[in-house]
């Protein structure tokens, strides 16, 4: 059964065909997304078995399948947590040390490292010192640093032979210029993986003509890149972009330019001084536009929506950037962004299903507030870890995180795939990722496990229980 397609197994499931036959589609599509990840699987299982507590699957059989998962998604025995705990970077650097933490002391795994926090002061000294620490004391991966100067700075070091998860990621432009020959993954939270995700949706919608309207300034800039180029590269026909001032008060200008408003206002104009009387006329927008996609905080997007009503243009679809949640709902103010589409992490929408968010947020209650991104950045460092052998050896495997869906590229940068949520009376509400379609998701036939085969010769000493960093370490 297990070689069933997914839409067998819940017509199975459906029909209720047979006891036994529900019970084993059940636990197929339970555990079948979960095969490289063990705590998922246990979750699954033990959800599972709740449902079906007389099934007749053979406990060795669960039992065989979840040692071949723990084999091949092992944690190493000591891992360096190299970030900027002093200096100018300190607060962003301890909610992500925070996070990485709060998910090790949640994990239900028996397998845990010792994990070594060192502080790289921000400064080239402060990290030459730290991983000169760290590989004294012979750890097996090093976690960090978090500034992409770091990262190069020990990217180029040659003496460095273990795994490096580090967390920002360098630009195409760096990694071209400098001589990287550590064995480096690259992970962060880039806004450029949601212009992608962007581009991907309206293509797998067939939006093929589009419009972007971005603020001026980086954020617009790189995200306004990242949709061009991967629309392009699906065939999609950018129709024109936009700026408009982020502090400005009133976004209409913008907007008619966008739309073409302006166009059909001067024709009105030399119409009128030809005939020297005033005419009735509706400003008329372009009629081509298949999507728009919208870069905004929500206090822009609530005067950019009702605008892009008055102009016309309503009923065309608009997918915006995370930006446009902020984490605090506000239904009576975001009924005005009814309808708009936009990528959201997983830690912010389905905090209900996150203990390690509302624990986070109980302990350090401002930071939460004003980190989250970066409590979830650090939470997935830390899940990411037993992953990364399999992310190497195979593009197109993913795991789900805090920060989204990740899979790493053959260069080793860890690439994110956010959820899909729209305001619907002023609320957020998840919708179904049309994205499935287009993209692979992760084989999910059980293989020995995968080794880190990078740049160098990787250790791959055997793994067992070490002893958890103190609880103290955490602020």
Same mark, same amino acid.
């Given at each position: 059964?297990?070689?069933?397609?997914?839409?067998?197994?819940?017509?199975?499931?459906?029909?209720?065909?047979?006891?036994?036959?529900?019970?084993?589609?059940?636990?197929?599509?339970?555990?079948?997304?979960?095969?490289?990840?063990?705590?998922?699987?246990?979750?699954?299982?033990?959800?599972?078995?709740?449902?079906?507590?007389?099934?007749?699957?053979?406990?060795?059989?669960?039992?065989?399948?979840?040692?071949?998962?723990?084999?091949?998604?092992?944690?190493?025995?000591?891992?360096?947590?190299?970030?900027?705990?002093?200096?100018?970077?300190?607060?962003?650097?301890?909610?992500?040390?925070?996070?990485?933490?709060?998910?090790?002391?949640?994990?239900?795994?028996?397998?845990?490292?010792?994990?070594?926090?060192?502080?790289?002061?921000?400064?080239?000294?402060?990290?030459?010192?730290?991983?000169?620490?760290?590989?004294?004391?012979?750890?097996?991966?090093?976690?960090?640093? +978090?500034?992409?100067?770091?990262?190069?700075?020990?990217?180029?070091?040659?003496?460095?032979?273990?795994?490096?998860?580090?967390?920002?990621?360098?630009?195409?432009?760096?990694?071209?210029?400098?001589?990287?020959?550590?064995? %480096?993954?690259?992970?962060?939270?880039?806004?450029?993986?949601?212009?992608?995700?962007?581009?991907?949706?309206?293509?797998?919608?067939?939006?093929?003509?589009?419009?972007?309207?971005?603020?001026?300034?980086?954020?617009?800039?790189? %995200?306004?890149?990242?949709?061009?180029?991967?629309?392009?590269?699906?065939?999609?026909?950018? +129709?024109?972009?936009?700026?408009?001032?982020?502090?400005?008060?009133?976004?209409?200008?913008?907007?008619?330019?966008?739309?073409?408003?302006?166009?059909?206002?001067?024709?009105?104009?030399?119409?009128?001084?030809?005939?020297?009387? $005033?005419?009735?006329?509706?400003?008329?927008?372009?009629?081509?536009?298949?999507?728009? /996609?919208?870069?905004?905080?929500?206090?822009?997007?609530?005067?950019?929506?009702?605008? %892009?009503?008055?102009?016309?243009?309503?009923?065309?679809?608009?997918?915006?950037?995370?930006?446009?949640?902020?984490?605090?709902?506000?239904?009576?103010?975001? $009924?005005?962004?009814?309808?708009?589409?936009?990528?959201?992490?997983?830690?912010?929408?389905?905090?209900?299903?996150?203990?390690?968010?509302?624990?986070?947020?109980?302990?350090?209650?401002?930071?939460?507030?004003?980190?989250?991104?970066?409590?979830?950045?650090?939470?997935?460092?830390?899940?990411?870890?037993?992953? %990364?052998?399999?992310?190497?050896?195979?593009?197109?495997?993913?795991?789900?995180?805090?920060?989204?869906?990740?899979?790493?590229?053959?260069?080793?940068?860890?690439?994110?795939?956010?959820?899909?949520?729209? /305001?619907?009376?002023?609320?957020?509400?998840?919708?179904?990722?049309?994205?499935?379609?287009?993209?692979?998701?992760?084989?999910?036939?059980?293989?020995?496990?995968?080794?880190?085969? +990078?740049?160098?010769?990787?250790?791959?000493?055997?793994?067992?229980?070490?002893?958890?960093?103190?609880?103290?370490?955490?602020?």
């Amino acid at each position: 059964m297990g070689a069933l397609p997914e839409r067998s197994l819940q017509r199975i499931q459906d029909r209720q065909i047979s006891p036994a036959l529900t019970q084993w589609s059940a636990f197929i599509l339970a555990t079948k997304p979960q095969l490289f990840d063990l705590e998922g699987y246990d979750s699954a299982v033990a959800l599972w078995q709740s449902r079906y507590p007389q099934h007749n699957v053979p406990q060795h059989l669960i039992e065989r399948l979840r040692k071949a998962i723990a084999k091949r998604s092992q944690y190493p025995k000591t891992v360096a947590l190299l970030l900027p705990l002093s200096g100018s970077f300190s607060e962003q650097a301890s909610s992500v040390r925070d996070g990485f933490l709060g998910a090790y002391y949640n994990s239900q795994r028996d397998d845990l490292p010792r994990v070594h926090i060192l502080d790289t002061q921000g400064e080239e000294a402060g990290l030459t010192a730290a991983v000169d620490e760290a590989l004294k004391l012979d750890v097996q991966m090093i976690v960090g640093p +978090l500034l992409k100067s770091s990262i190069e700075q020990l990217a180029a070091r040659r003496d460095i032979r273990i795994p490096v998860l580090a967390l920002n990621r360098l630009d195409d432009r760096d990694m071209a210029d400098k001589q990287l020959h550590a064995p %480096l993954f690259q992970f962060g939270l880039m806004p450029e993986d949601e212009g992608v995700q962007a581009a991907r949706m309206a293509i797998v919608r067939n939006q093929v003509n589009a419009l972007l309207l971005l603020p001026d300034n980086a954020l617009g800039q790189r %995200l306004g890149k990242a949709f061009r180029n991967e629309f392009a590269t699906f065939g999609g026909h950018l +129709l024109t972009t936009e700026y408009y001032d982020p502090e400005a008060a009133d976004y209409g200008s913008a907007v008619k330019s966008a739309l073409n408003t302006r166009q059909s206002e001067s024709r009105l104009s030399i119409l009128q001084t030809v005939l020297r009387r $005033r005419v009735g006329f509706d400003a008329r927008r372009r009629q081509d536009v298949d999507v728009i /996609y919208l870069v905004a905080q929500p206090r822009q997007a609530r005067s950019i929506k009702p605008l %892009l009503k008055f102009h016309d243009a309503g009923e065309v679809p608009v997918l915006a950037n995370s930006t446009l949640y902020t984490g605090t709902e506000n239904p009576r103010l975001n $009924r005005d962004i009814d309808g708009v589409t936009f990528t959201i992490m997983p830690w912010d929408i389905q905090a209900e299903e996150t203990p390690l968010r509302q624990q986070l947020a109980e302990l350090w209650p401002r930071d939460a507030a004003r980190f989250s991104s970066l409590f979830a950045l650090g939470a997935d460092a830390f899940k990411l870890i037993p992953h %990364l052998g399999t992310m190497a050896s195979n593009p197109q495997y993913h795991t789900g995180g805090y920060t989204g869906h990740l899979s790493a590229d053959e260069q080793g940068r860890i690439h994110r795939e956010l959820m899909w949520a729209e /305001y619907k009376e002023g609320q957020v509400k998840i919708v179904e990722n049309d994205l499935l379609d287009l993209i692979p998701i992760e084989n999910t036939e059980p293989t020995e496990p995968n080794t880190l085969k +990078l740049k160098e010769e990787q250790a791959n000493n055997e793994m067992d229980q070490t002893q958890k960093p103190p609880k103290d370490s955490a602020r």
